[in-house]
């Protein structure tokens, strides 16, 4: 029997949703994975961790990755519209510089990451953000490459992501503040 409850850990809840998404039965992806189904149904409750590399199959498997598919929203004559889509050019930008020092010093901007997260839960005590300080818990403990897809992707999940990313305060106040600047100036990516 599975288990649908919002209180397994974030890569459950990521593997389950996945299989459910393809339409796939625990036992249809136990086999397409080379797993059993019982070790599967214990991944997707949480009493079992997977190794990083049977993630990453099971995930395979179904179609999909860390950063879900999907595509940006349409660009129209709206202002609202156009206003979300420059704060979404603007925190892709942001977002590409982080990526940059996170590739120059990976152990110090993972190390930072990790110590904001544990802020934002003490800061959200009533859990209000659990669910996505969860998927980032399980986010920053992966390679860069990988990191890199959710810092910079386009997707819906990616930019409700970066609402929450653990990466702020990354980059000093003055780089940040520079980024800014030149992203209104240029209106583009500026980094």
Same mark, same amino acid.
């Given at each position: 029997?599975?288990s649908?409850?919002? *209180?397994?850990? &974030? ?5 389950a949703?996945?299989r459910r998404?393809?339409g796939? #039965?625990?036992?249809?992806?136990? +086999?397409?994975?080379g ?6 149904a ?5 009493? !079992? /961790?997977?190794?990083?590399s049977?993630a990453? =199959?099971?995930l395979?498997e179904?179609? &999909?990755?860390?950063? $879900? $598919?999907?595509?940006?929203?349409? #660009?129209?004559?709206?202002?609202r519209?156009?206003? =979300? *889509?420059r704060?979404?050019?603007r #925190?892709?930008? @942001?977002?590409?510089a ?11 901007? @993972?190390? =930072? &990451?990790?110590?904001? @997260?544990?802020?934002f839960?003490?800061?959200?005590? /009533?859990?209000?953000?659990?669910r !996505?300080?969860?998927?980032w818990?399980l ?6 490459e990988i990191?890199?897809? +959710?810092?910079?992707s386009?997707?819906?999940?990616a ?5 929450? #990313?653990?990466? &702020?305060?990354?980059l000093?106040?003055k ?10 100036? *240029? ?5």
């Amino acid at each position: 029997m599975e288990s649908h409850s919002n *209180d397994r850990p &974030a890569g459950a809840r990521l593997l389950a949703g996945a299989r459910r998404r393809a339409g796939l #039965s625990q036992r249809e992806l136990a +086999v397409r994975a080379g797993t059993s189904r019982g070790t599967l149904a214990e991944y997707e409750t949480g009493k !079992r /961790d997977p190794r990083l590399s049977t993630a990453l =199959r099971l995930l395979r498997e179904c179609g &999909a990755s860390l950063v $879900e $598919e999907g595509s940006a929203p349409a #660009s129209t004559p709206d202002t609202r519209q156009a206003a =979300r *889509d420059r704060h979404e050019a603007r #925190s892709i930008a @942001l977002h590409a510089a982080i990526l940059d020092e996170l590739r120059r010093e990976p152990a110090t901007v @993972l190390r =930072r &990451a990790r110590a904001t @997260l544990d802020h934002f839960r003490a800061a959200h005590p /009533d859990g209000s953000v659990s669910r !996505r300080l969860d998927e980032w818990e399980l986010i920053v403990g992966l390679p860069v490459e990988i990191i890199a897809d +959710v810092l910079v992707s386009p997707t819906p999940h990616a930019r409700e992501l970066r609402q929450t #990313s653990p990466f &702020a305060g990354v980059l000093p106040a003055k780089q940040r503040w520079d980024l800014y600047r030149r992203f209104r100036r *240029d209106g583009r990516r500026a980094s």
